[in-house]
């Protein structure tokens, strides 16, 4: 009943710019925490490479994504040392580090998913595994340095990658064409991100304080 497009170029093309996007993301988290070039490298590995690797570790995937590829951790790492050399010259520093965040969460979502399928997941797990994917190395990056990560910030994060694994695993029902359904997903998600950020769309949120009204 679910099914999803097969690997295709985009998706591939696309899955290197997330790399280097995330990259440069941990690059910038990590400048504002006075890390050494040697730290700001490996946090953008880790930011790059963890949400895969996580997903690879609960599909029991091997080899991992990096290990069969280490071109991609040569991407991460190198992305992060560029943006070392020209941060400065990025006035800035707050959009582009959102935008490069909503890139990497986008497209490792659809990459998560498409893994999933290819091991005959149900559309649950496919899911999951996009979102572990696209959300995990996020929130590793925010957590080594010592920030709240997105994920748990006001504006809408997982239910963004949420929505685009939806959108990309069901509606290929529509016999489009792969590569120009996974360019769709990419706008759909990249926009739903930037309007949340830019219109502060929240979920519903739960307070609890634990204390009791007493009456008089």
Known sequence: MWSLPPSDSVLHFLSLVAVAAQGMTAALAAGRRSMDWLGVCF?????????????DL???HYPL????????????GGAAFITILFARLVHRLKVAFIVLDAIGL???????????WQMDASLPIVIVCGMVTGCAGG???????????????????ASVSVVTGLFYATAFGLKLNAELWTILTFVLGISFRLLAV????EMPKFVFTGDEERGS
């Open 65 to 76: 994504a990096w290990v069969a590829n280490p071109i991609y951790l040569a991407l991460a």
């Open 139 to 157: 929130v590793l990056r925010d957590v080594l340095c010592n920030d709240v990560p997105l994920l748990f910030r006001s504006e809408l994060y």
């Open 198 to 201: 830019r219109y502060k769309w």
């Open 43 to 55: 946090l953008g590995c880790i930011t790059a490479l963890g949400g895969g690797t996580l997903r």
């Open 58 to 60: 609960f599909l029991g």
């Open 106 to 116: 986008v497209v490792f979502t659809m990459a998560g998913c498409d893994v999933a």
